[in-house]
T-cell receptor, first 114, second 115 residues
Framework: SAVISQKPSRDICQRGTSLTIQCQVDSQVTMMFWYRQQPGQSLTLIATANQGSEATYESGFVIDKFPISRPNLTFSTLTVSNMSPEDSSIYLC???????????FGDGTRLSIL | DQQVKQNSPSLSVQEGRISILNCDYTNSMFDYFLWYKKYPAEGPTFLISISSIKDKNEDGRFTVFLNKSAKHLSLHIVPSQPGDSAVYFCAASVLGGGSQGNLIFGKGTKLSVKP
């Protein structure tokens, strides 16, 4: 399966600031996704990162808060904007080649907002 | 409304015995099910999957059973090893793509295998 690298692995940020998380895959992949895992909760899909066009956001997530880029088939970024303590979570990049194949995940970015 | 439920937050098993992790779902459209294992400070790792045309899939020590009429699946680990201690997530989706193809995850079950 593809090797997925996320940067940074963790960060502590001040409220009101923004952080951009990078996801790099070692091979071209069809689909890339961004997930959030809040403490004690399941993985929740934020959006599907579409190459060359705007991401597709799930209910409850908006582009102004979580802008996403995907300039090519191996790279994507997620920005968490105007952060508040409620944004403290693990953010995970995930990839999938087609719908009848399993998804694979990066190790995540552990974000704490003070 | 949780479409995928793992009702046991934790499970403790003796090394060498069987571990059984359970998962229930409510959406009858789901036809593709997966189990992931997650260690602390790592991302989820894919373990095993099953499509709704089967009722059992086996891979080494791991077997997944699907009961479509009960909307229930389970993961059996035999024999359990201390290295299996992790959080296990059940996930479900609809094959065929589109937004229905997105994985829906349960909250996870923390398995502890004691030596």
């Amino acid at each position: 399966s593809a090797v997925i690298s996320q940067k940074p692995s963790r960060d502590i940020c001040q409220r009101g600031t923004s952080l951009t998380i990078q996801c790099q895959v070692d091979s071209q992949v069809t689909m890339m996704f961004w997930y959030r895992q809040q403490p004690g909760q399941s993985l929740t899909l934020i959006a599907t990162a579409n190459q060359g066009s705007e991401a597709t956001y799930e209910s409850g997530f908006v582009i102004d808060k979580f802008p996403i880029s995907r300039p090519n088939l191996t790279f994507s970024t997620l920005t968490v904007s105007n952060m508040s303590p409620e944004d403290s979570s693990i953010y995970l990049c995930s990839v999938r080649d087609n719908w009848n194949q399993p998804q694979h995940f990066g190790d995540g970015t552990r974000l704490s907002i003070l | 409304d949780q479409q995928v439920k793992q009702n046991s937050p934790s499970l403790s098993v003796q090394e060498g015995r069987i571990s059984i992790l359970n998962c229930d779902y409510t959406n009858s459209m789901f036809d593709y099910f997966l189990w992931y294992k997650k260690y602390p400070a790592e991302g989820p790792t894919f373990l095993i999957s099953i499509s709704s045309i089967k009722d059992k899939n086996e891979d080494g020590r791991f077997t997944v059973f699907l009961n479509k009429s009960a909307k229930h699946l389970s993961l059996h680990i035999v024999p359990s090893q201390p290295g299996d201690s992790a959080v296990y997530f059940c996930a479900a989706s609809v094959l065929g793509g589109g937004s229905q193809g997105n994985l829906i995850f349960g909250k996870g079950t923390k398995l502890s295998v004691k030596p």
